[in-house]
């Protein structure tokens, strides 16, 4: 599994706000008010990232305590996996409120203090999120045994360019 790469996180903010955008202009131009996230949306996202670091802590301390534990290998690439999609998905909500945000600062009335406020904390969470994601998956990195073979090795003394 290859770790997330910043080009994948800014592409989801960088969707994240263009839809965000989108969204409240296709409200707007239809007559209705602006979207402003629910107050629980940030709570939620934080307690997301919050879950997958204690859930990825195990794998850590199994893999670099001194008596070294038998680590499931599955559930740790199921718990990198998890992490990979909780900073893509915070990067998107991070990108969605601040295309909020963006749509909020061109109106020429100023919102209420209450729509910033959802606003501004749901990008913060979402950031949060993503440093989240990125710290359970370097949690959940496992690292290479001494006694491995490289790939395409068929074991010692095999000279591939001998045969």
Do not use: N, Y
Not at 8 to 26: K, M, R, T
């Amino acid at each position: 599994m290859t770790r997330t790469r910043p080009a994948v996180l800014l592409l989801a903010a960088a969707i994240g706000l263009a839809v965000g955008f989108l969204v409240d202009q296709f409200l707007t131009g239809t007559g209705r008010s602006t979207f402003v996230p629910g107050a629980t949306l940030p709570i939620l996202l934080v307690l997301l990232g919050v879950f997958v670091v204690v859930l990825a802590v195990p794998i850590r301390r199994a893999t670099r305590s001194e008596a070294r534990g038998r680590v499931d290998p599955f559930r740790a690439v199921r718990i990198a996996m998890l992490a990979k999609a909780s900073s893509i998905v915070g990067a998107a909500f991070a990108g969605f409120a601040g295309g909020l945000a963006l749509f909020l600062l061109t109106r020429p009335v100023t919102p209420s203090v209450g729509s910033w406020g959802t606003v501004i904390a749901t990008i913060a969470s979402g950031v949060l999120l993503v440093a989240a994601g990125l710290v359970a998956e370097h949690l959940c990195t496992i690292r290479k045994d001494d006694d491995d073979d490289q790939p395409g090795d068929s074991g010692p003394g095999f000279d591939a360019h001998s045969h």
